[in-house]
């Protein structure tokens, strides 16, 4: 709820029939809630970055996808292992910038190069193209990304949160990260996923006002 609401106090949820929705990480089930709090609440307008649709003004670097295949090896999202990879194939995957590199005055704005430790392995003058930015997707799936119809929420142990029908039959709602891609040292940062589910969050919530 922080996502697309800003309270200005701290507020009890409650279900419609008044139970108290205890504090936890569980996500929400279905139905209809309400707040209670002494403050006032108003509706994010937090910009949304739509990756779809933009002019690409960021600088790409040849070293990015080779880096996240040698660390991914698959699918992180379905799991989906690339099999011919160990032979330079790599046909029906893609090396995805999970924030996407056609913002790269906004990723400066809000000095965003904090959440990336490791550089660049050609040196790149953006840190956007850091393999802490990116992830292996099978190429079905790269394009759900970049249009936030799936997300990874960190709050539901790194869960695959899917946000349009035309996934359902993927299977993958309800998947985790698999522990070994979150053990590697140069994964992506915390902070990258957490914007990328945020944006989800927001895209979809505003594509049903519309």
């Known amino acids: 709820m922080e996502i697309i609401c800003l309270f200005t106090n701290t507020f009890d949820l409650h279900r419609r029939s008044e139970q108290l929705v205890p504090r936890d990480n569980e996500p929400l089930q279905e139905g209809t809630y309400y707040t209670s709090m002494m403050g006032t609440v108003t509706i994010s307008d937090e910009l949304v970055v739509t990756s779809m649709e933009a002019i690409d003004t960021g600088r790409r670097c040849r070293f990015f996808p080779d ?121 992506p940062t915390d902070q990258i996923l957490r914007w990328h589910f945020r944006q989800a969050v927001l895209v979809n919530m505003r594509r049903d006002e519309t």
């Open 67 to 187: 880096a996240v295949r040698q660390r991914d090896r698959g699918c992180a999202i379905t799991g989906t292992v690339a099999e011919l990879g160990h032979h330079g194939v790599w046909w029906s995957f893609e090396a995805a910038h999970i924030y996407p590199l056609a913002y790269q005055g906004h990723w400066d704005e809000k000095n965003y190069d904090r959440w990336v430790k490791i550089l660049p392995a050609n040196g790149s003058d953006t840190k956007l193209n850091s393999i802490q930015n990116g992830i292996l997707l099978r190429r079905d799936i790269h394009s759900h990304f970049d249009a936030y119809d799936v997300s990874i929420n960190l709050d539901d142990h790194y869960g695959i949160t899917c946000f349009s029908p035309a996934l359902l039959g993927l299977n993958i709602a309800g998947r985790h990260l698999d522990q070994t891609f979150l053990d590697k040292k140069n994964r």
